[in-house]
C-alpha cells in the first residue's frame, strides 16, 4: 500500500502563512493524481485540492486564491502553500491519491488558526 507522512502544520495566527508538506511511500508517485483533505472537530474530511500527474489545478471555493497545491515528483512530495489563514481553517489536514484504491490515510498534520 502507498503511505504518506504529512508535516508542517502548527498554531498560527490569522492571516497567517504555513506551508504543508506530505511524503508518498513508492516509486511511482508522479503518475498518481494527489489531493489534501482537512477534518476539523465534528465534521467531516472535505477536499481542499488536487493536482493531477500533468499538473492541473482544482481547489475548494473556500480556499482558492489563498491556498495554492504544487509536487516535486523527485522528492515523492506534495505540498499546500496556505495564506491568508482564518480560524475557519483550522483543523487535521492529510493527503493522499486519487483514486485511494492501494492507499492508505496518514496520521495528518494538525493546522490551528488562532489568536
Known amino acids: 500500500q502507498v503511505q504518506f507522512v504529512e508535516s508542517g502544520g502548527g498554531l498560527v495566527q490569522p492571516g497567517g502563512s504555513l506551508r504543508l508538506s506530505c511524503v508518498a511511500s513508492?516509486?511511482?508517485?508522479?503518475?498518481?493524481?494527489m489531493g489534501w483533505y482537512r477534518q476539523a472537530p465534528g465534521k467531516q474530511r472535505e477536499f481542499v485540492a488536487t493536482?493531477?500527474?500533468?499538473?492541473?489545478?482544482k481547489y475548494v471555493d473556500s480556499v482558492k486564491g489563498r491556498f495554492t497545491i504544487s509536487r516535486d515528483n523527485a522528492k515523492n512530495t506534495v505540498y499546500l502553500q496556505m495564506n491568508s489563514l482564518k480560524p475557519e481553517d483550522t483543523a487535521v489536514y492529510y493527503c493522499?491519491?486519487?483514486?485511494?484504491?492501494?492507499?492508505?490515510w496518514g496520521q495528518g498534520t494538525q493546522v490551528t488558526v488562532s489568536s
Open positions: 493522499n491519491k486519487i483514486p485511494r484504491t492501494g492507499s492508505s
Open positions: 513508492g516509486s511511482i508517485f508522479s503518475i498518481y493524481e
Open positions: 493536482i493531477t500527474s500533468a499538473g492541473s489545478l
